[in-house]
């Protein structure tokens, strides 16, 4: 079993529409959750960090951290086509730079 | 504000040879790590090098070094490639206030080993 657990896609929705991203976790020690934007052939965009539990919420994007079931959320409203990439959750421990990685949801949003 | 600059952006080598790769960390920030990243998945840890030390090293073999200048940019290493070492290579740097947890990625040099 991986660490860091995420459904590669594809996905494709339409413009317009909510799109949820979803990572799973085995380390309880994780405190520190993030999402990265990655275009074809571009190095990964940070868009949303969070420590521990909890929301937060920046623009269209809201990032959800449910640590009881080491389990993590990415949520984007009203999806462009501009959103289309792969996205990456990562996530650490306190004190600790070894940032582990997601395999990579690719979405695709049709206008 | 120039962000993380990478060269070269494309690298073809032979098995068996070593290979350079340079980053320049974003304005303000004093850390940098690197990572590997293979085709379809996430990016892997290598190193990060802070006061020009290696702080710490994931589960890379020796045959991956690094050294961090006293501009706190950053070259990696790599001898004695190997085909499996063919990846998108990615810098991230971050600055001390936020203990490195928020990284940000430079756009990567691509290696491939023939």
């Known amino acids: 079993q991986k660490e860091v657990e995420q459904d590669p896609g594809p996905l494709s929705v339409p413009e317009g529409a909510i799109v949820s991203l979803n990572c799973t976790y085995s380390?309880?020690?994780?405190?520190?959750f993030m999402w990265y934007r990655q275009y074809s052939r571009k190095g990964p965009e940070l868009l949303m960090y969070t420590y521990s539990s909890g929301n937060k919420e920046d623009g269209r994007f809201t990032a959800q951290v449910d640590k009881s079931s080491k389990y993590i959320s990415l949520f984007i409203r009203d999806s462009q086509p501009s959103d289309s990439a792969t996205y990456l959750c990562a996530m650490t421990q306190y004190n600790n730079n070894d940032m582990r990685f997601g395999a990579g949801t690719r979405l695709t949003v049709k206008p | 504000d120039a962000g993380v600059t990478q060269s070269p952006t494309h690298l073809i080598k032979t098995r068996g040879q070593q290979v350079t790769l340079r980053c320049s960390p974003k304005s303000g920030h004093d850390t940098v790590s690197w990572y590997q990243q293979a085709l379809g998945q996430g990016p892997q840890f290598i190193f990060q090098?802070?006061?020009?030390?290696?702080?710490q090293r994931g589960n890379f073999p020796d045959r991956f070094s690094g050294h961090q200048f006293p501009n706190y940019s950053s070259e990696l290493n790599v001898n004695a490639l190997l085909l499996g070492d063919s990846a998108l290579y990615l810098c991230?740097?971050?600055?001390?206030?936020?203990?490195?947890?928020?990284?940000?990625f430079g756009p990567g040099t691509r290696l491939t080993v023939t």
């Open positions: 991230a740097s971050s600055s001390p206030s936020d203990r490195g947890y928020e990284q940000y």
């Open positions: 090098y802070y006061e020009e030390e290696e702080r």
């Open positions: 380390n309880s020690a994780f405190q520190y």
